[in-house]
């Protein structure tokens, strides 16, 4: 046990926020846009640099819209697909210039020997709530600029906190247990309560419709009162009195909805995790010293331009190896 952080990275929020944050004119020396590899490989540094992880995982998704979640919900996720009908109707909408940049990022945190991971089937939250629910040794920092991930906050067997970059990182916030309660007047155990809450409130961006008419500080409210959706349910069902019936009629109308909302809204605590990259399939996650392969990491560097990105990380690592 080290006392410093297991960093996992949500990489795809990460480097969609790179990208639309870094200008398109950072090319490579052939002028294809690098923007979002310059960006994420930045950020990558910040976060070795700031927040001084001794191991590091950058999640990903194999499959963005599961299947499992789909057939509970039709509506999760369906308006990121793509129009056209194509062989492969559940395609994300990704700007074109952006999709040709994953696999140059994927190659650099290889070169380096960052771990990568991700599970058949599943997203990246479900990766990063599968390592997360693992985790008996280190404290836990989540990266990301997605709330849904709040639910991952804990106080034990360790600490495990959202470092929430949705603001950009000059404006990055950790949030822990304390936080997320206050911030959303929510009880102590304030990340399942989180997951709870957001099921009644819902989220247009997921397509999740919500209970209609409960908005998020009722949502909170009532999972406050009664300790979680399922007890909310409970009291439903025993006629409780202490359920407005304004809400009550809204969530009894509701009930094919809430049935699937857990399943839709929860993230995996048991997807089957397989590491890649710096890992090498072997689930070391540590923070490298050194890059894997310099020579590599030189040539990814010279091809795309670029430069100060990969100094920039080459440094952070070096720096927190003699820390």
């Known amino acids: 046990m080290t006392g410093r952080p297991l960093a996992l990275l949500d990489s795809a929020s990460l480097y969609f926020r790179a990208f639309f944050s870094v200008p398109e004119s950072m090319t490579s020396p052939d002028g294809i846009p690098v923007n979002a590899v310059r960006g994420f490989t930045d950020t990558v540094a910040r976060i070795l640099t700031d927040r001084r992880p001794s191991r590091l995982v950058a999640c990903l998704d194999a499959d963005w819209r599961p299947a499992f979640r789909v ?12 129009e056209e009908v194509s062989e492969s109707p559940d395609v994300e909408v990704v700007p074109d210039t952006l999709g ?11 070169a380096v020997g960052l771990a990568t991971a ?15 629910a693992r985790e008996r ?4 920092e989540v990266i990301t600029g997605d709330r849904d991930l709040f639910q991952l906050v804990r106080a034990e067997p360790t600490i495990a906190s959202v470092l929430y970059v949705g603001a950009g990182w000059a404006k990055a916030t ?3 247990e304390a936080e997320l309660a206050a911030k959303y007047a929510l009880p102590a155990r304030s990340g399942p309560a989180y997951a709870d809450m957001s099921m009644l ?9 919500g209970v209609p008419g409960i908005g998020e500080k ?3 409210k009532l999972i406050t009162q009664f300790g979680s959706l399922a007890g909310l349910l409970d009291a439903i069902a025993a006629g409780d009195k202490g359920i407005p019936a304004r ?17 839709v809204v929860t993230v995996a605590a048991d997807a089957p995790v397989e590491f890649g990259a710096g890992a090498a399939g072997t689930g070391d996650d540590t923070v490298p010293a050194k890059p894997r392969d310099l020579d590599r990491v030189r040539e990814l560097q010279r091809r795309w331009g670029l430069s100060t990105s990969v100094d920039r990380l080459l440094d952070a690592m070096e720096q927190l190896a003699g820390s």
């Open 218 to 220: 009722t949502a909170a």
């Open 118 to 132: 991700e599970a058949v089937g599943y997203e990246a939250d479900d990766v990063i709530g599968t390592l997360t």
């Open 100 to 110: 040709p940049q994953v696999p140059i990022i994927l190659d650099l945190l290889d």
């Open 174 to 176: 950790l949030i822990g």
């Open 71 to 82: 057939a509970a919900l039709p509506s999760y996720k369906t308006h990121r697909v793509a």
């Open 137 to 140: 040794t280190d404290p836990v």
């Open 201 to 209: 409130r819902g989220d247009p961006s997921d397509g999740l419709p």
């Open 247 to 263: 809400a009550k009629a809204s969530l009894e109308a509701s009930a094919d909805y809430l049935a699937v909302a857990p399943l």
